[in-house]
């Protein structure tokens, strides 16, 4: 029947929109109307005007002090000289070498959900395979004066920087400049980068600042679309992504100019950000690089050049995230320094305007009941009393549907070999009923964006990563651990993935046949069938979602069976 295609063509789009929306539609430009970044796969060839520019330097192990690739993360940091970061929410140093920020750990966070097992490792030191550091410093001009490099050893005013005790590093090129850093950073990811410069010489000197950050190995990341890994950033307020499969095989380059703004890279949960003066014009790049077989991506900005003259100095100030993508404290810097957009380091996705309030509510949730599983099915109590006007209407359409059952059986025995003249009879007992055959699948098509945003913010904020629900649920950000194929842990073998089906998505497929169930059946035996399989075919598509998801759709459709229950009673009375 044309009414039941409708139905199955509703359902078919809603599946297609919920695995396909993320690679079907781009994401929005911020804010709206801007025109897009152009890309370059190399730079540009300099004019007569900037000519005489310079670049940031590439990525290179300090030469003074080399660290073989083969040697222990702790042999690379014990190297050279070190000063301790010490903060309530990172641990670890920054070497006199170079003065790069490449020694860091989130001291709040652990590789799984059991405490004692080791915290995450964000950077680490430049001397091989897996190095990733930031680096500070300012380029020379026409001059070629000498300027701190990888190999320049700092004077430190204190052995440990603390949120209370800024570090002041100085260096003097022995040639009329010396060079002042101090290094600031607050109690949570956020260091303060001031670079001071005096010229006690007889010639003015011209220099550029300069951030980069640095990442030698390609890292292991989810590769799906919808989420994003790899170098990012706001730049003229148009958020910048590149993927490092991207930025390795097509682009190698990208150079954009842009007011303040924003650069870096971003994991899954982890985000390092550079972060110039938000009034600075700079020219930005993100790169990659084969260096005897290891994969080099870089992040950098360089800013306006800077003329210092005999006798006197200049200054210039930057910031540097290195931590945990929490929406509340990246938010809270935006507002504070005025970096554009900061929110945008978390992968909120095209349902952007739903995933980010969503994310909001259910953490206030969470703040009252301590479980953010708890905080899902009351989440989906709101949702559903959000949509119950729409939802109600629906359900009664169905109601009156399966009530006309009968009198459609009746039609198909009379009318069963004239399809034309059957489905004119059908429109016409719809019409004189007032009954809307497709009606039944609106909550269905409502629920995509809402299932879709909440996907999102299971997916990729990071509070949700290692919350507990209860029993075996120990990560809602992940699948249910368990399967039915080694029944539930009974026997000792591991399925292939394929067949990891665990009890909530069990739970869910079981909700979901029990409320097609109530729904009228299609009158064609052939799609009864198909809609026999849904529920199957939703289990084993679900399974392999974080389990908070799943437990919501099962809670969903709990709360459907019961609504739309008690509207068929009250029709069958009516």
Same mark, same amino acid.
């Given at each position: ?148 490099? +990888? ?38 990811? *956020? ?206 359409? *169905? ?27 059908? *429109? ?63 026997? +000792?073998?591991?399925?292939?993935? *394929? ?5 909530? +998505? ?69």
């Amino acid at each position: 029947m044309n009414e039941q295609k409708n139905i199955i063509l509703a359902i078919a789009l809603s599946v297609a929109i919920l695995l396909g929306w993320q690679f079907l539609m781009p994401k929005p430009a911020v804010p709206p109307g801007q025109a897009p970044i152009s890309q370059t796969a190399n730079p540009p060839a300099p004019d007569k005007q900037n000519s005489a520019v310079p670049k940031v330097p590439d990525q290179q192990a300090p030469a003074a002090a080399p660290v073989p690739a083969t040697e222990t993360r702790a042999a690379a940091i014990a190297a050279a000289p070190r000063v301790k970061i010490v903060t309530p929410s990172l641990s670890g140093s920054f070497s006199l070498l170079g003065a790069r920020i490449d020694d860091l750990d989130l001291v709040h966070f652990h590789e799984t959900p059991d405490p004692g097992s080791r915290e995450i490792t964000l950077l680490s030191p430049g001397a091989g395979l897996g190095a990733y550091y930031a680096e500070f410093g300012f380029v020379a001009g026409e001059a070629k004066d000498d300027v701190p490099g +990888p190999d320049s050893l700092w004077t430190a005013s204190s052995q440990t920087l603390t949120p209370d005790n800024p570090v002041i590093l100085t260096w003097d090129n022995g040639k009329g400049l010396k060079f002042t850093r101090t290094y600031a950073v607050d109690a949570n990811y *956020m260091f303060d980068v001031t670079q001071k410069v005096e010229n006690t010489g007889s010639a003015a000197v011209t220099l550029y600042p300069y951030a980069l950050i640095s990442r030698w190995g390609t890292p292991k990341t989810q590769d799906i679309y919808i989420l994003h890994e790899g170098a990012l950033g706001v730049l003229d307020g148009t958020l910048k992504e590149m993927k490092y499969k991207k930025l390795r095989e097509d682009e190698h380059q990208i150079e954009e100019k842009s007011t303040g703004g924003w650069i870096g890279f971003t994991d899954k949960y982890w985000l390092t950000a550079l972060i110039p003066d938000q009034n600075m014009s700079i020219s930005t790049r993100m790169n990659w690089r084969a260096v005897d077989g290891v994969d080099r991506y870089q992040t950098d900005w360089l800013g306006a050049a800077l003329t210092v003259a005999p006798g006197s100095a200049t200054e210039t100030s930057s910031h540097f995230f290195a931590g945990a993508k929490e929406l509340s404290k990246l938010d809270a810097y935006g507002e504070k320094l005025g970096i554009p957009r900061f929110d945008l380091a978390i992968d909120f996705g095209w349902f952007y305007f739903l995933t980010k309030p969503f994310f909001y509510f259910l953490r206030y949730i969470h703040s009252q009941v301590s479980n953010f599983g708890i905080a899902i099915l009351i989440f989906t109590v709101v949702i559903k009393g959000a949509f119950f006007p729409i939802a109600n209407k629906s359900y009664k359409a *169905m109601a009156k549907m399966k009530k006309l059952q009968p009198e459609v059986k009746k039609l198909q025995e009379r009318f069963g070999e004239d399809r034309a003249r059957l489905n004119q009879e059908m *429109m016409a007992l719809y019409k004189r009923e007032k009954a809307n055959p497709v009606s039944g699948c609106l909550p269905i098509v409502i629920q995509i964006p809402v299932f879709f945003a909440l996907y999102k913010v299971l997916y990729v904020t990071i509070e949700m990563r290692q919350a507990p629900f209860f029993g075996w649920i120990k990560d809602l950000s992940v699948p249910d651990p368990t399967t039915l194929f080694n029944l539930f842990g009974a026997i +000792p073998w591991d399925p292939p993935q *394929m067949l990891h089906i665990g009890v909530w +998505p069990l739970i869910m497929g079981v909700t979901m046949f029990l409320q097609q169930k109530l729904n009228p059946a299609p009158a064609d035996p052939i799609q009864a069938k198909m809609f026999t399989f849904l529920p199957i075919i939703f289990t084993f598509m679900l399974a392999n979602f974080p389990a908070g998801l799943v437990i919501y759709w099962a809670w969903s459709n709990s709360l459907s069976i019961l609504q739309q229950w008690l509207i068929m009673k009250r029709q069958a009375k009516a």
